[in-house]
């Protein structure tokens, strides 16, 4: 089995890429789908996040208010901390779970957003760093998202730089390219992962 972390700044394409590897035949385990799944109504951990933060993070479903938390989270550091004390250890142990269950000669690749800024590197074989120019981050975000320029420039200056997410990567795609011509990069970081994932056979 080879564990890969799989990065990348808000609008580099991200997500794409774990799509494309997906196809190929990874098993793709995505932290922030993790994240939502462990906050579910009737699970331990909402329960925990209303004790923390109040029922009003709630929904009139009885679901996780995202955007109400994000407000009192987002300018909070302290409070932040709080909520990740709660939810990280929860993702670590579902995706713990998913990656055992994986044959073992998969290439398992962990789809996580903020990996660089939380220092989870050694946790995984290889880092795969999905890297585009802020130019081509803010195009997307604005054209693609809808975001206001204003609103993309804080979400970019919120997380790692680019310069420290490419000095932890082992494999950095350049995402400034075309869908294909992207799709053609990842067939070729595919061979080289299903390469390394190979059990390496005595003499």
Not at 107 to 122: I, R, S
């Amino acid at each position: 089995m080879l564990t890969v972390g799989l990065t990348g700044g808000i609008g580099a394409g991200k997500s794409e890429v774990s799509r494309l590897l997906a196809e190929r035949g990874a098993v793709l385990i995505d932290a922030d789908r993790i994240a939502r799944e462990v906050v579910e109504p009737g699970t331990p951990g909402l329960r925990a996040v209303v004790d923390a933060f109040g029922e009003e993070i709630l929904a009139e479903d009885g679901s996780l208010d995202r955007p109400r938390l994000g407000s009192v989270v987002f300018s909070d550091p302290e409070r932040l901390a709080v909520l990740n004390s709660i939810v990280h250890p929860l993702v670590g142990a579902r995706s713990r779970e998913l990656e055992e269950a994986a044959a073992e000669d998969a290439v398992v690749v962990h789809d996580v957003p903020l990996l660089t800024e939380n220092g989870l590197a050694p946790l995984y074989d290889l880092v795969i760093v999905v890297d585009a120019s802020p130019e081509t981050q803010l195009d997307r975000l604005v054209g693609r998202r809808g975001m206001t320029e204003e609103d993309a420039r804080a979400r970019m200056a919120a997380q790692a730089t680019r310069e420290q997410r490419r000095a932890i990567a082992d494999i950095v795609i350049d995402n400034d390219v075309p869908l294909d011509e992207l799709a053609r990069r990842v067939q070729d970081v595919w061979s080289e992962l299903e390469r390394r994932a190979r059990p390496s056979r005595p003499e």
